[in-house]
């Protein structure tokens, strides 16, 4: 079953917290096989033990209308699909998670972690395929309606798009999955490029290394925003290390790991 929202009770017969904390929007990007889903689930969890409600989304999908249209556009028999179309069926997406998730959300104080957004669409559609980037940044605008990411972690594998390409295709690609090594060369030149014109928003991680590393770099990355953060390895030495000891865990198969 696709990845839904996942969200906490919210008391009031509005849905609404009276004392609910402000909204903040965390968007994970990288190229394929970064490992996002390992660590945005990893910082949910601890966001929640610090008691805040977590909506955890990925895009395109969050609801019911972005699931359907990312079955669309991702379906390797729907390779006649053109550029443009392609693009159109991301932000459609978008616009139905911004106006029934992500915006509700953020007004009711919840912590909203998404993988992949804006910056996806700019890398994927204006670098690597090559469409005009004032039409994709305007889609950009139009669909989010004036939302946007407080803090995007972009993670980095440092290898040849190849190498995370393989790693994420273990299972079978999908149609983005396709497009070939030169395309996602292209896409993560693009995520560079969007980092280094926009540092204070966008933070550079490696995740080629331990995933307690990069867990660890994930959360300095946000202790300005959950100050609770600067503090979590001292007060629990341990804390990120349970990340490597999933991984090794007796008595389960390789399989099973890989389906981490």
């Given at each position: 079953?696709a990845e839904?929202a996942d969200r906490?009770?919210?008391?009031g017969?509005?849905g ?7 909204g903040i ?7 394929e ?5 390992t660590?945005i689930?990893?910082l949910?969890?601890a966001?929640?033990?610090?008691g805040r409600?977590?909506?955890?989304l990925?895009?395109?999908?969050g ?7 990312r079955?669309i556009?991702l379906d390797?028999?729907?390779e ?6 392609e ?6 997406a ?7 998730v992500?915006a509700?959300?953020l007004a009711?104080?919840a ?13 994927y ?7 005009p980037?004032?039409?994709?940044d305007a ?5 989010c309606q ?7 972690i972009?993670l980095?594998t440092?290898?040849a798009?190849?190498?995370?390409l393989a790693r994420?295709?273990r299972?079978?690609?999908?149609r983005?999955?396709?497009a070939?090594?030169g ?9 560079a490029?969007i ?6 928003r966008?933070?550079?991680?490696r995740?080629?290394?331990r995933k307690s ?5 994930v959360?300095?990355?946000l202790?300005?925003l959950?100050p609770?953060m600067?503090?979590i390895?001292r007060e629990?030495?341990?804390?990120f ?6 991984r090794s865990r007796?008595?389960?198969?390789r399989?099973?790991r890989?389906?981490?």
């Amino acid at each position: 079953m696709a990845e839904r929202a996942d969200r906490d009770p919210i008391d009031g017969a509005a849905g609404r917290r009276t004392d609910a904390p402000r909204g903040i929007f965390i968007t994970f990007e990288g190229g394929e096989g970064a490992g996002k889903t390992t660590h945005i689930r990893f910082l949910a969890d601890a966001l929640r033990a610090h008691g805040r409600e977590v909506v955890r989304l990925r895009e395109p999908g969050g609801t019911d209308i972005g699931e359907r249209l990312r079955a669309i556009v991702l379906d390797p028999r729907n390779e006649a699909m053109s550029d443009e179309a392609e693009l159109l069926v991301y932000e459609a997406a978008r616009a139905q998670i911004v106006a029934e998730v992500i915006a509700p959300a953020l007004a009711r104080g919840a912590v909203v972690l998404c993988d992949r957004f804006t910056d996806s669409t700019v890398a994927y559609q204006a670098y690597g395929r090559g469409l005009p980037r004032a039409f994709v940044d305007a889609a950009n605008e139009f669909a989010c309606q004036g939302v946007r990411p407080d803090r995007t972690i972009l993670l980095e594998t440092g290898g040849a798009a190849g190498k995370g390409l393989a790693r994420a295709t273990r299972r079978g690609a999908d149609r983005l999955e396709q497009a070939g090594e030169g395309f996602h060369a292209r896409v993560n030149a693009a995520f560079a490029d969007i980092a280094r014109k926009d540092p204070e928003r966008v933070r550079t991680v490696r995740s080629d290394g331990r995933k307690s590393r990069t867990a660890a770099a994930v959360f300095a990355q946000l202790a300005d925003l959950f100050p609770w953060m600067a503090d979590i390895e001292r007060e629990d030495p341990g804390f990120f290390g349970r990340l490597d000891a999933r991984r090794s865990r007796p008595g389960r198969s390789r399989a099973a790991r890989k389906g981490e």
